[in-house]
């Protein structure tokens, strides 16, 4: 267990829709990192928040949006959907932003099914 | 940005046999490289990792080493045992993207007994 926690585990939902997902960063961790699985893809950074505050930015889509929250935990919206968007999605977490101690722990992912 | 290719895409051994995994990068300024394990319905497990600053480091049957000049690193298995069939994925630290981790597509990795 890596003690970073996802939820949903799965989720099903219709094109057009919206969606939220969560991650639970380790204690004491302060920067989550949200990653995209797709088979032809391959894991693919989309955004980073740290300490509450938006760090980097990756291929992330204008439909999708995050944020972290005062308790550290945070939330990836994904709007619009397509069927394209069917994928894992990954949270991550690390102590710091950079420097020593960027190990990052990942989370059990969340399956998401557009139909 | 960093882009990181890994080879081969899926490869098979005999337990008791090496397995040995490839990658390459890109940015030159790229100083951190991890190794995650990723078994089926579960997230990705670090297992090793290295900083530019080093060549070559070992785990008990894990080793990583990396050559700078060339850009490549690679993951070591020896001994290989059939709860070592995953999917490993290589990654390098971005440079200039918030130290977010670029991957490799992944190898998936069989132990037959």
């Known amino acids: 267990d890596s003690g970073v926690t996802q939820t949903p585990k799965h989720l099903i939902t219709a094109t057009g829709q919206r969606v939220t997902l969560r991650c639970s960063p380790r204690?004491?961790?302060?920067?989550v990192y949200w990653y995209q699985q797709s088979l032809d893809q391959g894991l693919q950074f989309l955004i980073q928040y740290y300490n509450g505050e938006e760090r980097a930015k990756g291929n992330i889509l204008e439909r999708f949006s995050a944020q972290q929250f005062p308790d550290l935990h945070s939330e990836l919206n994904l709007s619009s959907l397509e069927l394209g968007d069917s994928a894992l999605y990954f949270c991550?977490?690390?102590?710091?932003?950079?420097?020593?101690?960027?190990?990052?722990?990942f989370g059990q992912g969340t399956r998401l099914t557009v139909v | 940005g960093e882009n990181v290719e890994q080879h081969p895409s899926t490869l098979s051994v005999q337990e008791g046999d090496s397995a040995v995994i490839k990658c390459t990068y890109s940015d030159s300024a790229s100083n951190y490289f991890p190794w995650y394990k990723q078994e089926l319905g579960k997230g990705s497990q670090l297992i090793i990792d290295?900083?530019?600053?080093?060549g070559e480091k070992k785990d008990q049957r894990i080793a990583v080493t990396l050559n700078k000049t060339a850009k490549h690193f690679s993951l070591h298995i020896t001994e290989t045992q059939p709860e070592d069939s995953a999917v490993y994925f290589c990654a390098a630290r971005a440079s200039n993207s918030g130290y977010a981790l670029n991957f490799g597509k992944g190898t998936s990795l069989l132990v037959t007994p």
């Open positions: 991550a977490s690390s102590v710091f932003s950079g420097g020593r101690g960027t190990e990052a722990f």
């Open positions: 204690s004491g961790d302060l920067s």
């Open positions: 290295i900083r530019s600053n080093v």
